[in-house]
Structures are given as C-alpha cells and as structure tokens.
C-alpha cells in the first residue's frame, strides 16, 4: 500500500519557470492538502480539496494553483516560480471516516534560483 | 486568530524523559495531533488525542491535554537518540473542518548520548 505518493523528490528551478508537483493517493480518500514548510514557521496550508471537482485556498495561496480531476490525483502547479517560493512541499490526504489523521507524503524539496 | 505555539529546541540526556509542550487558540479543536519528522523525510504521525480526553498513553509516549489552558504535552519515556527528531503539535479546529490542520512551529529534539 503507497500511501501517498509525491513527486519528483527534488527540484531546481529558475526565476520565473512553470512547474507541477506531483501527489497521488491510493487510500480513496475525499480530503487531500499541500503545505509548505519553512524554517521556524512549521506548516502552512497552500490549497486544499474535499473532493473532485472542488478545490479551495487555504492559508498561503498565492503563485499557486491546485485541481482535482479524479480522486487519486492533487497536482499543485507553480506558474511562474519567485524565490520566495523556496520550501518543502508536503501533500497530505485524509477521509472524514471514523475521523482518521492526515497522511502525509515524504515532501518534495524545490529551490528557486 | 487560530496559533498553535511550541518552543522552537529540547535537550535531553538518553535514557530520560522528554516533555515537549504546545499551546492552541481554538477551543473548537475536536482533535489533537503529534507528528514527527526525521531529517529529510515526511510527517509521522505518533499519536493524537479526542478532545474529550485528559490522557492517552501509547508506550513509551504519553499526551495530556488540559482544556482548560489549551495545553497539550507530549511525554516520551525513556528517551533513545532514534527519537531526536522535530516534533509537530496540530490542531483541527472544528469550525475550519476536519481536514484543515493548523500547526505548530515544531519542537526539535536532540538526544544526547
């Protein structure tokens, strides 16, 4: 059982350059999330979705876009990547039955240049 | 506003106990959780407890909630250098719906040999 899957692991990009990360889940379950992690801020909410077709901000949404196509799949798209925009990236799920924690990914590392 | 505070470093000696503390805001918070993560990978989760609860132990690890406060600790007996690691307080603040976590800075724990 993958659990949650996130891709690639590492990334560089340049000022300015498109890119999508990867997160997919194979538990069937309705909630998926991205976060980002940065030193001495813990983890903040970037987009979140309670199920296909629904998508909605969370607490640091900007430069980032989210869909949510089937209910496996969560990309979250970087359209024009700033350095600022420089973190960890962790995708979570979670079902809403029996009230089950959050599953996270092991992140993705992405440096902006 | 919805915070959840934790202190940013915890020293111990192998062998002793560790107490790593949180405090929340939103007394709407149905569940409480503890992550851990090891350097360069995801969020564990180690445990989490009902908000109706005081007390959850888990062998070597023991929560206790004081609603009244907002506190929240987390006790790991008999502390092993596997443990250091940094430790994430979260809370799922009822009014915001069960899947979006607001987190706490994270504690990092050292073990010492």
């Known amino acids: 059982n993958a659990g949650v899957t996130q891709t690639p692991k590492f990334q560089v990009l340049k000022t300015g350059q498109s890119m999508t990360l990867q997160c997919a889940q194979d538990m069937n379950h309705e909630y998926m999330s991205w976060y980002r992690q940065d030193p001495g801020m813990g983890l903040r909410l970037i987009h979140y979705?309670?199920?296909?077709?629904?998508?909605d901000q969370g607490e640091v949404p900007n430069g980032y876009n989210v869909s949510r196509s089937t209910t496996e799949d969560f990309p979250l798209r970087l359209l024009s990547a700033a350095p600022s925009q420089t973190s960890v990236y962790f995708c979570a799920s979670s079902t809403d039955r029996d009230n089950q924690p959050q599953h996270f990914g092991d992140g993705t590392r992405l440096s902006i240049l | 506003g919805e915070d959840v505070e934790q202190s940013l470093f915890l020293s111990v000696r192998e062998g002793d106990s560790s107490v790593i503390n949180c405090t929340y805001t939103d007394s709407s918070s149905t569940y409480l959780y503890w992550y851990k993560q090891e350097p360069g990978a995801g969020l564990q989760l180690l445990t989490y407890i009902f908000s109706n609860m005081d007390m959850k132990q888990d062998q070597r690890l023991t929560v206790l909630l004081n609603k009244k406060d907002k506190h929240l600790s987390l006790r790991i007996a008999d502390t092993q250098t596997g443990d250091s690691a940094i430790y994430f307080c979260a809370e799922s603040p009822l009014t915001s719906g069960t899947y979006k976590y607001i987190f706490g800075t994270g504690t990092r724990l050292k073990v010492l040999a």
């Open positions: 979705s309670v199920g296909a077709g629904i998508t």
